[in-house]
């Protein structure tokens, strides 16, 4: 899952303003009913359009992998055409950059998209009686890139998505992966600024698909295209985006990192939506440390440790120099046998773990397990800024445990209602509850 720590401080690449797109001719109509608040289904049945999206307002930064989830007919795929104006907007107004693109004319928005997008779809839509080279060249041929340099572009980007060697296949010669691979080198071909991606790899088994999602991924870090993806599987939109926006009947119910979105959700709607995902693999150290109040100096005398144990409960503390980085561990059997001292003894400290705050949850359990617990995370200049033992750990499993228990419930007791609702579980993910009281991060834990 790429990092998001650009998204609030770039420019927005991409930003949409109140667009709605309604299809039919009685848009007007529609329009004021969803104004009063009236849902997609009860609008089309009294007005004869279908509602794509109503009133969106977004920004997508420059260099994000941005990701549009939700049900089917929610609006994914139509507010992604929405983007470069493939579908034209019924109210709103669309920018890239800075340019108004819902005021282009017909010359100016063909060259918008032919300089600025790629577009790659379900649908590998490869010309049969090409090649390899050929597919991927085309769309530079259609810019009228002369044969030399196209091909050099053409290969450049074959060689971008792993396909060395294949340049004289056709189509029928390779797997739907290889095809895949062939469509979004054609994307990349002509360095576009913005890549719309529209359930590319939804048609791929999981582990060619996997293996997609770490290209893209891997692409994108290179190249630093801004991507739009849409999907309906969430432990993609988890892997791959760096923001996550969730649609329920064309109506934007929630924007938010993949943390944010499962540690947060928006209403009941996104708690049944996220419902069974792996949180082991997206919430991190600084997601379910705790911060380090009570600690030790090594100035400290055992007896001064032993009345900091007494008031704060625990049976150890985690011992600090001056500048806040870990010593190691001292534990209440060994501060008892040196009482008389006036000082505590270093060589008496038991090394401790250290972890980064990017590191995740799955990585922090297999490491307890293997080299005990507490566990200190540490900035980048190695100081200390929380800690995380066994009892934070497991309060994090039993809160995922909890949410989905909560979300199958709701989504049981919603079964009987129409298709074309959804589930609306009654309890929220929340973050794994914190309070020194709870955590043994300065306790004794040799299990």
Known sequence: MPTDSSHQALAPKIR??????????????????????LDKKTVQERTGVVVGVYDISLEIAEGEIFVIMGLSGCGKSTLLRLINRLHEPTTGKVFIGEEDITAMGARELRRLRRNAFGMVFQSFALLPHRNVLSNVEFGLELHGVARQARRERAQQAIETVGLSGYEHKYPDELSGGMQQRVGLARALAVDPQILLMDEAFSAL???????????????????????????????????????????RDGRLVQVGTPQEILAAPADDYVSAFVRGADRTKVLTAADVMLPLHTFAHLRDSPRALLRKMQHSGFSGLIVLDNQRHPLGYVELRQVIEMRDQTRLERSALRPLPCATPEEPLSELIRRSNVEGSPMVVCD?????IGVIDKTTLLAALAQQGETDESAAATSEQTAEQPACAEPTPNESAQKPPSGESRVSMEREDKS
Not at 16 to 37: P, T
Not at 216 to 240: C, N, P, W, Y
Request: avoid cysteine.
């Open 16 to 37: 949409l303003e109140k667009v709605s797109k309604i299809f039919g001719r009685h848009a007007d109509q529609a329009l004021d009913l969803l104004a009063q608040g």
């Open 205 to 247: 088994d999981p582990l060619i698909r996997g293996q997609l999602q770490d290209d893209l991924i891997a692409i994108q870090e290179r190249m630093g295209t801004t991507v739009v993806f849409v999907s309906h599987d969430l432990d993609e939109a988890i892997k791959i985006g760096t923001r996550i926006a969730i649609l």
């Open 380 to 384: 980048t200049k190695g100081r200390a």
